[in-house]
Nanobody, 121 residues
């Protein structure tokens, strides 16, 4: 199994910044893509940012120019730098990895436990 451990969430004022980190546990043979999702109360989970194995990135429109996703392949870690935060960014943020473990021949989706981000106005 793959465990994804997120950190970096918290409470910040509008206009502030936070950096989320997500580290994948051992037993990983390969990670293809990694991503950050978020889910606000009463809303569906949405894709915030995605980064491919080659480093290509995509973002949902509402965070373009404010958020930046990056990864450290040597550490099996993905980051989300969030700047100019807005109250509407308040949500639980989840890390996602499309990964293959040792002993497996297929890739599967794995999720972190989520970290709360709250932006006050």
């Amino acid at each position: 199994q793959v465990q994804l451990v997120e950190s970096g969430g918290g409470l910040v004022q509008a206009g502030g910044s936070l950096r989320l980190s997500c580290a994948a546990s051992s037993n990983i043979f390969s990670i293809n893509s990694m991503a950050w999702y978020r889910q606000a109360p009463g809303e569906q989970r949405e894709l915030v940012a995605h980064i491919s194995i080659s480093g290509g990135t995509t973002y949902t429109n509402s965070v373009k120019g404010r958020f930046s996703i990056s990864r450290d392949n040597a550490k099996n870690t993905v980051y989300l730098q969030m700047n100019s935060l807005k109250p509407e960014d308040t949500a639980v943020y989840y890390c996602n990895a499309y990964a293959r473990t040792y002993g497996s021949t297929s890739y599967n989706n794995y999720w972190g436990q989520g970290t709360q981000v709250t932006v006050s106005s």
